[in-house]
């Protein structure tokens, strides 16, 4: 099968890429960014089964359709579209083979070749290894299950384990040696599926969703005073101001956490907004400076900051985090938070885990689940030891005590934080300018 995707946004370019190929044994696929390239690409290729077009990209989609027409009267075409069928209105739908809506990209392309299955052409893909495509990791940020290097036909190389961080720095370095695709196992590609089909409509609710911009700018100034009072370095806090919109934009579709948040910013001198607030400067710029740093990844840790307190009262907190002492209520906060934020639409896929794990500590003593360090989300372990080094200078800000970076790192080293992911974290906290 041969197909031309006409596509300018390279992560859906995977997906697609990444779902038909999940179809289909040997699909060729070229891709082009713009209706003009498509056309001649469509006007010197011979035998194209099929031509995808994005409804969204620049240019008249009618134009296209109309000069491919011009050249074949029997090529198929499917639109791919972030707006449902019905409301696309500037094309004969009979000229139309398939429609892919954005939101369920994976199971409209499985419709779409199980429509040419039928001629018995084409067989489902067995090859124990599938690619996906580079932009794609890049967009969603994590691996969403184990990823391969391909050495030779024969040979793939493991290089990361499911829910691994992707960096910056590996895409950068798989575009200077011009590798596009790295592979999942075959085994693991329905689940993955489903976890990429999650990132992908998140980025598409939040990219078209409404934004209050009030709202975010009131948040961004608590998150400077925040700092300020904490003495975090002023160049660290732009990291997160810029990476609040997004994550305001779910709170506030959800009244509950709405509701809860403005009561506690009203008193945002208290321990659990302002910590709140301190955290989501530190997430990002470690994450940052990890290398963590997609737009997805950068939307959990601010939401998961903002809200992973929220269910406590600011005298429970205090009592725990600061005085160490104990109760039920405590115990339980992480889980009845995962499992609020679990049920609310367009939340960021795993924050929840982020949220269950944020008392977990890296020598196995924390709780709920007592995981030890090898078995934590990396993004978790951001979480936790940002939200240890927030906690320390709350502590000696109380006590009076002037903190410095180098204790900082010295309390995280004796606690056990120079292990697995924590290591990385320890090591990118030694680069920035804390204070
Ligand atoms: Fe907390
Ligand atoms: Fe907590």
């Known amino acids: 099968m041969k197909v031309l995707i006409v596509e300018d946004e390279k992560e859906i370019l995977d997906l697609l890429k990444f779902s038909i190929d999940f179809n289909l044994k040997g699909a060729q696929i070229h891709s082009v960014s713009n209706h003009e390239e498509g056309v001649k690409f469509f006007e010197e290729a011979s035998n194209l089964d099929l031509v995808m077009c994005d409804h969204d990209i620049s240019g008249s989609c009618r134009d296209f ?14 639109i791919v579209s972030s707006v449902e069928k019905v409301f696309i209105k500037d094309i004969d739908h009979k000229d139309i083979y398939h429609f892919i809506d954005k939101s369920s990209i994976t199971s409209d392309v499985e419709d779409l070749i199980q429509k040419f299955g039928t001629t018995d052409d084409f067989q489902r893909n067995n090859r124990s290894y599938v690619p996906i495509g580079i932009n794609l990791l890049k967009a969603i940020g994590i691996c969403p299950s184990d990823i391969f290097i391909k050495i030779s036909s024969e040979k793939y190389i493991k290089i990361h384990r499911e829910k691994d961080v992707f960096t910056d720095e590996e895409v950068r370095s798989y575009q200077r040696k011009e590798i596009d695709f790295l592979y999942i196992l075959k085994t693991e590609q329905n689940k993955s599926l ?17 934004v209050n911009l009030e709202d975010t700018l009131v948040v961004n100034k608590l998150i400077f005073n925040a700092g300020r009072e904490f003495g975090i370095n002023e160049q660290l806090m732009e990291m997160t101001a810029g990476n609040t919109k997004m994550a305001m934009s779910i709170i506030n579709s959800n009244d509950e956490l709405k509701n809860k948040l403005a009561f506690l910013f009203e008193n945002s001198h208290n321990y659990i907004p302002s910590h709140s607030l301190g955290l989501s400067i530190l997430t990002c710029c470690l994450a940052k400076e990890l290398g963590w740093g997609s737009d997805a990844t950068f939307c959990k840790l601010t939401f998961a ?18 005085l160490k002492t104990n109760d039920e209520v405590f115990q339980e906060h992480p889980s009845e938070l995962a499992s609020l934020v679990s049920k609310i639409n367009n939340v960021p896929p795993d924050v929840d885990r982020i949220i269950l794990e944020h008392h977990e500590l890296p020598d196995g003593s ?31 800000k109380r006590k009076g005590i002037n903190l410095t970076q180098q204790s900082v790192i010295e309390v995280l080293e004796n606690e056990g934080f120079n292990k697995g992911t924590f290591k990385k974290i320890l090591k990118a906290l030694e680069r920035i300018t804390l204070f």
Not at 65 to 78: G, L, N, P, Q, Y
Not at 194 to 210: M, R, T, V, Y
């Open 65 to 78: 359709i109309h000069k491919i027409r011009i050249v074949s009267k029997e090529a198929k075409i499917a």
């Open 305 to 322: 900051s903002l809200v992973h307190d929220l269910t406590l009262s600011d005298t429970e907190a205090t009592e725990y985090e600061i």
């Open 366 to 396: 924390g709780f709920p689940l007592g995981k030890p360090y090898s078995l934590l989300y990396p993004l978790s372990c951001l979480f936790i030891t940002s939200h240890r080094i927030i906690d320390l200078i709350i502590e000696s």
């Open 194 to 210: 489903d976890i990429i089909q999650d990132h992908i409509n998140f980025l598409l609710s939040h990219k078209k969703g409404p």
